[in-house]
């Protein structure tokens, strides 16, 4: 079995090459640190699966996961990530991806995720499974947020973070008018009218951790 690790931090990979290592006997392992090198290495090699960090400099992890899936429309997907389920993991799995374990979930999580995967269904952990029924059945409307374009998604958190427009624009790789320009919309979509408001909102629906 041959795993493609993406994640910009060294420690994650050894951290993930133990923990797969002794569960997958004889699996190899790819890295990649960030969303170029990942695509580059999705486009000239064979792999069984993908562990892709939702959170990469550059080019996020939910615009890689697209990619990929243009790229490699059948290769397993597992989005692996700091935040919170209620933050990426339904975003993730309607973009494609084969499944959403975070980072501080138990290790046999992404363990029967990747099982799961490689055979060919999609990886839901118990807890958002339940959640997703809990919703279903009080037939719960969208929140307001859930209208916004993943960039904007992601804007709208580093805003809630605290983080400049020239900080968001470094991170993102782009200019600080589009970074402007997305923070328009946002307000716009969520009929808001300043960034403390905005701030507020996302405080209120804990997106801001």
Do not use: C, N
């Not at 958002?128 to 958190?157: G, N, W, Y």
């Not at 969520?190 to 804990?206: C, F, K, S």
């Amino acid at each position: 079995m041959k795993i493609l690790i993406v994640d910009d931090h060294t420690v994650i990979h050894q951290g993930l090459e133990r923990i797969l290592g002794d569960e997958f006997e004889g699996a190899t392992f790819g890295k990649a640190r960030h969303s170029q090198q990942a695509l580059d290495l999705v486009s000239h090699e064979h792999w069984d699966v993908v562990v892709l960090d939702v959170d990469l400099p550059g080019r996020g992890g939910l615009d890689v996961l697209k990619l990929i899936r243009t790229e490699r429309p059948k290769l397993p997907v597992i989005m692996f990530s700091m935040h919170s389920e209620e933050q990426f993991a339904v975003r993730s799995l309607k973009a494609g991806a084969s499944g959403y374990v975070a980072k501080d979930a138990a290790s046999d999580q992404l363990v029967e995720a990747i099982r799961k995967a490689i055979r060919g269904g999609r990886y839901v952990s118990p807890a958002l499974a339940e959640k997703l029924a809990t919703d279903l059945s009080r037939d719960r409307l969208s929140a307001p947020h859930d209208i916004l374009s993943d960039r904007e998604f992601e804007v709208m958190r580093m805003i809630a973070a605290g983080k400049s427009t020239t900080a968001m624009a470094d991170i993102l790789s782009l200019s600080v008018k589009t970074v402007s320009t997305y923070r328009t919309r946002i307000l716009e979509k969520l009929q808001l009218e300043t960034t403390a408001e905005l701030i507020r909102y996302a405080i209120d629906h804990g997106l801001d951790r």
